[in-house]
């Protein structure tokens, strides 16, 4: 295997439950557990091609290698340094096989990759608009974080573009753009399918969203049961630690 030279603060982390490293920059945005939710809700199957917008470190793409046999995933990410981080992430995990991380803008993911050819695509895009609480346009977590170089339907109308027909489009978000969310995907001819809420605790309003949609699906909504991260006693519900595999 190739060496993996690491960069001034970056680290390498390990996944044990998906038995993975990561090459992390804690200066920069890491990953946290909307990522690893995203990856167990959705539907994988072996032989599936897959692409991931706004891959980030490249954590989506390799948590999916341990979840089914794909034939192909793409990551596509717009920042240099966070791009050079997810391809040295899969040469570490010697999945170059499987995995390709375009360092490009999703917006022109179309000019890179084929048309209404993909099984699934997934996206964890950023969940604040552009002129929510925004202090550094060029901070890398400013960029990960807000709507600065791409937007809510950027991500759908890619996702659209991308996806066979009766596709699957995966996102997870926030629930304060819910609304938003459901009518760009309608637009696009993303129809919702099925919706899964995330809750801190039992008594906490829900902080996540997680939304499965079909490329020209049949209208029919269905909502999964809630999920609940944290026990009243700050432990890690059941449910939490099945999916990290303790």
Excluded: W
Excluded at 120 to 130: D, E, G
Excluded at 140 to 164: G, P, Y
Excluded at 172 to 196: F, G, S
Aim: hydrophobic share 40%; with cysteine; glycine share 6%.
């Amino acid at each position: 295997m190739q060496e993996i030279i690491l960069k001034e603060n970056e680290r390498i982390e390990e996944i044990q439950f998906a038995k993975l490293k990561l090459i992390q920059n804690p200066k920069g945005f890491c990953y946290g557990i909307d990522a690893v939710l995203l990856a167990k809700f959705c539907k994988a199957k072996n032989g599936y091609r897959a692409v991931d917008l706004g891959t980030g470190s490249g954590i989506i793409p390799l948590l999916l290698c341990h979840s089914a046999k794909f034939c192909e995933i793409i990551g596509i990410e717009i920042q240099n340094e966070v791009a050079d981080m997810a391809k040295r992430s899969v040469r570490l995990n010697q999945l170059e096989d499987v995995i390709r991380i375009l360092n490009i803008d999703l917006k022109d993911s179309c000019n890179y990759l084929e048309m209404n050819a993909f099984d699934m695509v997934l996206s964890n895009p950023p969940y604040m608009a552009k002129d929510e609480g925004l202090q550094n346009l060029g901070n890398i977590k400013a960029v990960s974080r807000h709507e600065i170089k791409t937007s809510l339907e950027d991500v759908i109308s890619s996702a659209k573009a991308l996806l066979k027909p009766h596709g699957h489009f995966y996102m997870v978000h926030r629930p304060h753009r819910l609304v938003d969310i459901l009518c760009i995907c309608r637009k696009h001819r993303l129809e919702p399918k099925e919706i899964q809420f995330v809750h801190p605790k039992k008594n906490k309003k829900p902080n996540i969203l997680l939304l499965h949609c079909t490329k020209y699906g049949k209208a029919e909504l269905k909502f999964r049961e809630p999920l609940y991260v944290y026990e009243d006693s700050g432990a890690y519900t059941k449910e939490i630690l099945d999916i990290y595999g303790k």
